[in-house]
């Protein structure tokens, strides 16, 4: 039995929708609706019944009221960048939110408000006519909301903070239909839980963001290493980390060297190990904060000045592979990690794999949970494999290899991880995410959306 009817029921109800909709409604065959359902991890194969294109908060209020009437399920598709596919559902209706990416910078104020559909790269532009940035995705196509409600991890995170700790305001469209600011002033609570906590309390249709005078031109790059040098490389990153000013932010990358008239050809289509990442201070001083790393002599070096909404973009992974994440927090890497790493980095297959190791601490350290509910933040890095993939063959070995590094890292490991990068592995794990603040946000949960409307997404319970 419907909870609220605000739809006409039956065979008419959809042809209803349809009416109300800006967008449209899109059935199984349309072009429109199969591109909806491509999303970035090619393993992801589910099938709604339709899907409600919205290009305004209102059709999001109607969309939703449709799915309770008829009780189906409901997901949110933005970006599409959901390891665990949250963008789609089974025989339920997806709401698409990707006409919906208004942005406005207001620099006075250094505020920037973006539309739920909006995805990084669309951000990183906005702000960038204004010299102004704030923390968003290494990969510029993810979407800003989905990114945003799971923590925000980004190359200015260690100098500003993770995205979620840099949103002051969003609307959200309610389980039963109402649209509701959330601020400090407005539903605190609610805000505090939307820092991290993840989609699951209602349709965040726009967020306001703090920005920060950066650019338009940063020192950042990349630089490129055979694998033979893979311990000392990795050494010398967690040293310059652990002692680096929050204005370095660099990871260290296990992948596949590209075949680029810049790389030396010995190199091509080899294992090769890479630090990549920017100076987030006066240009000029960015030389001399790589030092350490270009120091060591690479075979191939980008870093240098170069536009930043350039380099947010520079990286972006390829989309249409099968993929499988997974992630763990270590408080450092001695050299013992740096082995047990650099032996099961050797197993990767050959492509756009890779292992990805993040350095934290800065500004994400500093930020505690009064203000966002993510655990884990005294981490000192983040080791996040990415696999890669074209046969479904291979599904299982590769999400295996995932696994292992995990379980090499169990002697370090914090016991928590980054929520946005887990993909479908169970409540313990993201419960693990907020720790001590897991009570309070399921509490949140119980108060705006009590009849578990928003059950798709990765809940807190």
């Known amino acids: 039995m419907p909870l609220i009817s605000t739809v006409t029921s039956g065979a008419s109800g959809i042809d209803e929708l349809r009416f109300r909709l800006q967008g449209g409604v899109h059935e199984p065959g349309d072009a429109y609706y199969e591109d909806t359902c491509t999303l970035f991890n090619a393993m992801i194969d589910r099938r709604p019944r339709w899907v409600a294109e919205c290009v305004a908060v209102e059709d999001v209020v109607a969309a939703l009221a449709f799915a309770r009437d008829h009780d189906l399920p409901i997901a949110v598709r933005a970006g599409g960048h959901s390891v665990a596919g949250l963008s789609l559902c089974d025989d339920g209706l997806v709401l698409d ?4 990416v208004d942005i406005e910078v207001d620099a006075d104020r250094r505020v920037v408000r973006v539309g739920g559909g909006a995805v990084w790269a669309d951000v990183d532009r ?14 510029s196509t993810t979407g800003v909301a989905g990114l945003t409600l799971g923590g925000g991890s980004g190359w200015l995170e260690r100098k500003h903070g993770l995205a979620c700790d840099n949103l002051l305001a969003a ?22 839980a939307l820092r991290g906590g993840g989609g699951s309390f209602g349709v965040v249709t726009a967020l306001e963001l703090a920005l920060h005078p950066l650019g338009p031109e ?34 260290c990358a296990f992948i596949t060297a590209p075949e680029d008239d810049d790389v030396p050809t010995r190199l091509w289509g080899r294992p090769a190990v890479a630090i990549l990442g920017m100076w987030a201070g006066a240009v000029d001083e960015g030389a001399r904060a790589l030092a350490p790393i270009r120091g060591l002599g690479p075979d191939a070096d980008f870093f240098g000045p170069t536009g930043y909404a350039d380099f947010q973009s520079s990286v972006d992974d390829p989309p249409g ?34 292992l990805f190791i993040v350095a934290w601490g800065g500004a994400v350290a500093g930020i505690g949970t009064e203000h966002s509910p993510l655990a884990g933040r005294d981490a000192g890095f983040i080791v996040h494999p990415l696999l890669l993939w074209e046969d479904p063959s291979d ?28 993909g479908d592995e169970g409540s313990q794990r993201m419960r693990a995410a907020y720790g001590t603040s897991t009570e309070r946000l399921a509490a949140v949960k119980a108060d705006w959306d009590p009849h578990g409307v928003f059950r798709t997404h990765q809940n807190i319970q």
């Open 126 to 139: 906005a702000t960038q006519a204004h010299g102004l940035a704030t923390t968003g995705g290494r990969v």
């Open 321 to 354: 592979y099968r993929n499988y994440w997974t992630a763990e927090n270590v408080v450092d890497l001695p050299d013992e990690a740096i082995d047990a790493l650099v032996r099961r980095a050797a197993e990767l297959p050959a492509g756009p794999s890779q």
């Open 97 to 100: 939110v990707r006409g919906m």
């Open 218 to 251: 940063v020192f950042a790059g990349v630089a490129l290493f055979d694998t033979a040098r893979a311990h000392e490389v990795l050494s010398t990153f967690r040293d310059t980390m652990n002692h680096a000013p929050d204005e370095l932010s660099l990871s």
């Open 171 to 192: 609307e959200l469209v309610s389980w039963d239909g109402r649209i509701v600011r959330v601020s400090t002033d407005k539903n605190p609570e609610l805000l505090w």
């Open 395 to 422: 599904d299982e070995r590769n999400r295996a290899l995932a696994r292992a590094f995990r379980t090499d890292l169990r002697p370090w490991s914090t016991g928590v991880t980054y929520p946005n990068f887990l």
